[in-house]
T-cell receptor, first 113, second 116 residues
Framework: AQTVTQSQPEMSVQEAETVTLSCTYDTSESDYYLFWYKQPPSRQMILVIRQEAYKQQNATENRFSVNFQKAAKSFSLKISDSQLGDAAMYFCAYRTGAQKLVFGQGTRLTINP | GAVVSQHPSRVICKSGTSVKIECRSLDFQATTMFWYRQFPKQSLMLMATSNEGSKATYEQGVEKDKFLINHASLTLSTLTVTSAHPEDSSFYIC????????????FGPGTRLTVL
């Protein structure tokens, strides 16, 4: 079974600085999708970014980018120019072939003004 | 686009009663809907997967007779917690994936269930 591990329960960063959240996963599949979701205090899950495993190029969405290392099964999220609105729980997720999402334990990100 | 709603957002019930939670895709048709449970300060755990017109597939350890799921149409799935007990108190979240479309799931805002 696939597993997703986020080893940082909490992270903090100064406003306007850059922070990287770590995620590793385990799978025997060769083709899959990875996601980062954000859950603010409202608890609404919001998609931040996605990565197709067959693409070597790292995904980027404005201030958010990933470092996808397929051989190492690593999928980290980099947030540049951190803003107060980025404060939230961040979940890394793996999409299985059966369309199920397997989530990591989450990282609580605090932005210090 | 791709908005998912849940109703109610909060519900409080007495032990032994049943509670129904609705999940609707408002502007798209959903082939598949998913139900998750989230305990405080924890991650989302998949409970079951439902496809329109067929029986739901439950994850290991989830009681199908306790958590009844019905996916009656391409825009509506319901989760009924039967004979609820305090340990069923939790945050329940649904998500939906598009018919023949994108791979990401779109999430509802969640329902907080409190069983007294």
């Amino acid at each position: 079974a696939q597993t997703v591990t986020q080893s940082q329960p909490e992270m903090s960063v100064q406003e306007a600085e850059t922070v990287t959240l770590s995620c590793t996963y385990d799978t025997s599949e060769s083709d899959y999708y990875l996601f980062w979701y954000k859950q603010p205090p409202s608890r609404q899950m919001i998609l931040v970014i996605r990565q197709e495993a067959y693409k070597q190029q790292n995904a980027t969405e404005n201030r958010f980018s990933v470092n996808f290392q397929k051989a190492a099964k690593s999928f980290s999220l980099k947030i540049s120019d951190s803003q107060l609105g980025d404060a939230a729980m961040y979940f890394c997720a793996y999409r299985t072939g059966a369309q199920k999402l397997v989530f990591g334990q989450g990282t609580r990100l605090t932005i210090n003004p | 686009g791709a908005v998912v709603s849940q109703h109610p957002s909060r519900v409080i019930c007495k032990s032994g009663t049943s509670v129904k939670i609705e999940c609707r895709s408002l502007d798209f048709q959903a082939t598949t809907m998913f139900w998750y449970r989230q305990f405080p300060k924890q991650s989302l755990m998949l409970m079951a997967t439902s496809n329109e017109g067929s029986k739901a597939t439950y994850e290991q350890g989830v009681e199908k007779d306790k958590f009844l799921i019905n996916h009656a149409s391409l825009t509506l799935s319901t989760l009924t917690v039967t004979s609820a007990h305090p340990e069923d108190s939790s945050f329940y979240i649904c998500s939906a994936s598009l018919v023949g479309g994108r791979v990401e799931q779109f999430f509802g805002p969640g329902t907080r269930l409190t069983v007294l």
